[in-house]
């Protein structure tokens, strides 16, 4: 009886610890599940970034201004186009002043404005700002 006993236990023990191996051994293969992607909520500090961006990599300031700002109000639509650009403060410059209207000109349409957004539009003023320095040869080398 003992035998018999001895025998159920070992057969017992032999098939669980081959089930638990088994059992160990797919859970190691299987992936864990993936987290959905965290959603980023769009800000409009977002929004702001994301429109000087497009907007100056449209803007070619003239070669001859080195120290030149300007100011253009205009306003940006839920779809993103760009409505009413005008000047607001001059830099002095109209050569200067005219490549940043030129610059809202060829850009058109931004990015839309974030869902999160309350309202149709926004009125922006927005700088266009160049500081270049002239480098002169050194006036000791002769």
Do not use: H
Request: aromatic residues 12%; positive net charge.
């Amino acid at each position: 009886m003992k035998k018999i006993i001895t025998g159920t236990l070992l057969v017992l023990f032999l098939g669980c610890s081959g089930a638990f191996a088994r059992g160990f051994i797919f859970s190691r293969n299987k992936k864990a599940p993936v987290p959905p992607p965290v959603q980023k909520v769009y800000t409009i500090d977002d929004y702001m970034k994301d429109m000087e961006y497009e907007i100056k990599a449209n803007w070619a300031p003239p070669q001859n201004s080195f120290k030149n700002k300007t100011i253009v109000n205009f306003t940006i639509l839920r779809d993103g186009t760009i409505q009413n650009p005008m000047i607001a403060k001059s830099s002095g410059d109209k050569e200067f002043d005219r490549t940043a209207l030129l610059a809202l000109s060829a850009t058109g349409k931004v990015t839309p404005l974030p869902k999160n957004f309350l309202g149709d539009s926004i009125d922006i003023d927005f700088t266009f700002e160049r500081f270049s320095y002239l480098v002169y040869k050194n006036r000791y080398d002769k």
